[in-house]
């Protein structure tokens, strides 16, 4: 079965650092672009970050801009989020997606075809 798990989330301090990962399988994670969409306790789906098949290309909403780094490792089926300067705004489930054709900026589920069950990210003093 194709998958996608997530990990790394928990909780941290504002100002805080954590990084996600995300490991891929049974699929050739080498050929697809990727995001990182998030989802805050009673609101709708936010697209994070996007990396195309091969790494060298980015995209990052304006409210994470600076702050958050998108990259892979193809060699090891493995998508990272690195998250710093976390604010209490930045608590929600974290998803990783395989993008279908053609999307950059996706904001709902149907712009993806795969994703994970998700972690938490919770950002509180």
């Known amino acids: 079965e194709v998958q996608l798990v997530e990990s790394g989330g928990g909780l941290v301090q504002p100002g805080g650092s954590l990084r996600l990962s995300c490991a891929a399988s049974r699929f050739t994670f080498s050929i697809y672009a990727m995001s990182w969409v998030r989802q805050a306790p009673g609101k709708g789906l936010e697209w994070v970050s996007y990396?195309?098949?091969?790494?060298?290309?980015?995209r990052y909403a304006d409210s994470v801009k600076g702050r958050f780094t998108i990259s892979r490792d193809n060699a090891k089926n493995t998508l990272y989020l690195q998250m710093n300067s976390l604010k209490p705004e930045d608590t929600a489930v974290y998803f990783c997606?395989?993008?279908?054709?053609?999307?950059?900026?996706?904001?709902?589920?149907?712009?993806?075809?795969?994703w994970g069950p998700g972690t938490q990210v919770t950002v509180s003093s």
């Open positions: 990396i195309n098949d091969g790494g060298g290309y980015t």
């Open positions: 997606a395989k993008n279908r054709d053609g999307v950059v900026y996706g904001s709902q589920w149907n712009d993806y075809d795969i």
